[in-house]
């Protein structure tokens, strides 16, 4: 395929400008390997922990039923990878048709705002946990993780359902394009990829940042600052900020700015395509949340840790 079909299709009439497409070398090269990786690790890493959580770990309590919950999104997650990766390996050209084309790009939006979800609700019961004790019994009940479980998956349903609408293929010189949100009409998804930021990520952002700057607190008083289990749950806190800074910010303030450079007359040829490359760069680093997600599980409690041991010999026993 060449790169005019592309470049109509990415940039529009810009294409006149004299700058090399960066952008496109790094989707036929870059993203295969990444998504590929992603989708093998995640597989094995997700699957793992889905069956030591639904095998071993007894009784269930809210925290479980939460990660549970989160290995299951970030498992549905990494199964859209395989598609992405063959689409652009191919050089960019779709085979699979429309509905398939929405359908994953659908599954990578839901699965990813649903893991951002998920992650918000662990913050939000260790904060009564840790900052609110007298409550800690009743929020480790099972039913409440499968209440917050399932308005969990309604919020990320409904935050996404409407790019059915806003995603599509596009034909261009005998070529077929899936087009991410960002490279659709910049005009409709511009205010739909703000509220996607807004309520998707940045509110998540504020109450995880709240809740765990009120457990950092808790845990810097009294006798027992040092101890393991505080030792652990700062390395919790860690990891989860960890993940929506690393993972989750870069991709959603390149999103942006993407859009915005598409929606903008005057902006260069050089511009648009050093912000796609860039936006290019962050969509599998938001995917890594996926393995990110793995070193939760040990640190967040229900003696995970033990069981996976115990799960990884008894399958070691069984082959031998």
Not at 42 to 59: A, C, D, E, M, W
Not at 220 to 229: C, E, K, L, R, Y
């Amino acid at each position: 395929m060449g790169s005019t079909a592309m470049d109509i299709v990415f940039f529009g009439n810009i294409t006149n400008e004299n700058c090399t497409n960066v952008g496109y070398l790094m989707m036929i090269y870059y993203l295969p390997v990444m998504y590929s990786t992603i989708f093998a690790v995640g597989v094995l890493g997700n699957v793992t922990s889905l069956l030591v959580y639904v095998t071993k770990v007894r009784p269930w309590t809210s925290n479980g039923i939460i990660m549970i919950n989160l290995a299951t999104t970030d498992l549905l997650y990494v199964l859209t990878m395989p598609f992405l990766a063959y689409y652009y390996a191919r050089g960019v050209s779709w085979t699979m048709g429309e509905f398939m084309c929405r359908f994953v790009r659908f599954g990578f939006h839901f699965n990813l705002y649903g893991s951002i979800l998920f992650l918000t609700c662990l913050a939000v019961f260790r904060y009564v946990a840790v900052v609110h004790p007298m409550q800690a019994a009743r929020v480790k009940k099972k039913r409440w993780g499968l209440i917050a479980s399932a308005i969990t998956w309604i919020l990320a349903a409904a935050q996404v359902v409407p790019m059915f609408n806003l995603i599509y293929i596009v034909e261009q010189d005998n070529t077929t394009f899936c087009l991410d949100l960002a490279s659709n009409n910049p005009q409709q998804v511009w205010w739909y990829s703000w509220m996607l930021t807004a309520l998707g990520f940045l509110l998540p952002l504020l109450v995880v940042s709240v809740c765990y700057t009120c457990i950092v607190k808790q845990l810097a008083t009294g006798p027992h600052t040092q101890s393991w289990s505080h030792i652990r749950a700062r390395r919790l806190i860690a990891l989860v900020i960890v993940c929506f800074v690393v993972c989750f910010l870069p991709y959603h303030i390149l999103r942006t700015l993407r859009i915005y450079t598409r929606r903008t007359p005057d902006c260069s040829c050089m511009m648009m395509k050093c912000v796609q490359a860039a936006y290019v760069v962050t969509r599998p680093v938001a995917a890594l949340n996926s393995i990110f997600n793995l070193g939760l599980y040990t640190l967040a409690g229900d003696r995970f840790k033990q069981h996976i041991c115990t799960f990884l010999k008894e399958i070691k026993s069984f082959r031998y």
